[in-house]
């Protein structure tokens, strides 16, 4: 069993910065693959970023190619998403994702465990 807790998220102004942190409880094994996903209201839960829990290949969605940043560091078994000019598209329920196996997804039923979210909201 895996817990995962998010924080970081906040009201902030389009163009700045903001770093998530995802951090992992319970048993956690270095096979993990690590997500992130984000869900707007009305909308489908979006594929944000992804990496390879004991690896170094990484995964982002088209819409935040170039600005979003995904890293983890294991020691402290945490994971981060380092989020860059920002825009109010972006505002949405932010998510930690962890799934039992090497290779991340891109889905979100590909999952075996989910943080509680937290709230990004950008304004203009």
């Known amino acids: 069993q895996v817990q995962l807790v998010e924080s970081g998220g906040g009201l902030v102004q389009a163009g700045d910065s903001l770093r998530l942190s995802c951090a992992a409880s319970g048993r956690t094994a270095s096979s993990h693959a690590m997500g992130w996903f984000r869900q707007a209201p009305g909308k489908e839960r979006e594929f944000v970023a992804a990496?390879?829990?004991?690896?170094?290949?990484?995964w982002y969605g088209d819409s935040v190619k170039g600005r979003f940043t995904i890293s983890r560091d294991n020691a402290k078994n945490t994971v981060f998403l380092q989020m860059n000019k920002l825009k109010p598209e972006d505002t949405a329920v932010y998510y930690c994702a962890a799934i039992a196996r090497t290779l991340p997804s891109t889905v979100p039923a590909g999952y075996d465990y989910w943080g509680q979210g937290t709230q990004v909201t950008v304004f203009s």
């Open positions: 990496c390879n829990w004991s690896g170094t290949n990484t």
